[in-house]
């Protein structure tokens, strides 16, 4: 049975795989229309638009934008034509699920082994503000744009996905672990500076999952066996778990749960 109105909107940033596409679909299936914004080749596009079907198929608004998601006019673009199709207070979810991140080590490997893993070339400036700036601090210009068009709903609701590596350091994922701390700072100045217009923003750290971008990350395979044997429940975490998790919390009566950040790990990160 539907859960929300249809004249209601989630705006998902990274929805053609992982947890934004399995959000996209679950909050469709619960009766909103979706603007979905993702950055993918050709190639990737007749898999991509299966995908996509099934969420039309709700019969909803639905908006798609293959662009930028990181540049000015990117954000502009999809802004302004999720405004024409919604209008102003349409926006009820905004998901940030954008991965595009560095993965390369800070400090040389010793031996050969690791350097077939990891290769030669080290992380510098420029690949750490990017990389920050991706998946942690373009929250915030996509939160300002939509304030400033006045998408947002007199209650809304705001998500990001941050990760273990925001404490534990893992080889090769330093500019990520740095990117997720900062969309973890950023979300909290959200929840309290926009709260007097209904805003309220979360964190969702997911426990370990097998997505395209998990399977990107150097020793990716071994992180996932050792997480099914530390996980209570013997299994990974799925984007299916975590998008019913971000639609509980974009109900009415979470509307009380404010600048935290919720595990959605089957109590692997307790586990030890």
Known sequence: ??????????????????????TAKKLAGQGLSVCLVHRDRRGSMDRIEI?????????????????????PEGITTAISGLKVAGGEGCLRVLLHSIAFGNLKPIAPVKTEALKQIYGEALTEDEDMARTVYSMGTSLLSWVQAAFRAGLFASDARVFGLTSEGNEVA???????????????????????????????????????????????????????????????????????????????????????????LIRVDGGERVAG
């Open 1 to 22: 049975m539907p859960q929300f109105s249809s004249q209601q909107w989630a705006l998902v940033l990274g929805a053609s795989s992982g947890f934004g596409l399995a």
């Open 51 to 71: 995908e996509f079907e099934e969420i039309r198929a709700h019969g909803h608004g639905f908006l798609a934008f293959n662009l930028d998601a990181l540049s």
């Open 170 to 260: 893992w080889r090769g994922y330093a500019a990520v672990s740095a990117a997720k701390t900062a969309l973890e700072a950023v979300s909290r100045s959200i929840a309290v500076e926009f709260a007097p217009y209904g805003i309220r923003s979360n964190i969702i750290q997911a426990g370990v999952t097998d997505t395209p971008a998990l399977n990107a990350i150097p020793g990716a395979d071994e992180m996932k066996n050792f997480a099914r044997k530390r996980n209570p429940f013997g299994r990974l975490t799925t984007p299916q778990d975590v998008a019913g998790v971000i639609a509980l919390l974009s109900q009415d009566d979470a509307g009380w749960i404010n600048g935290s």
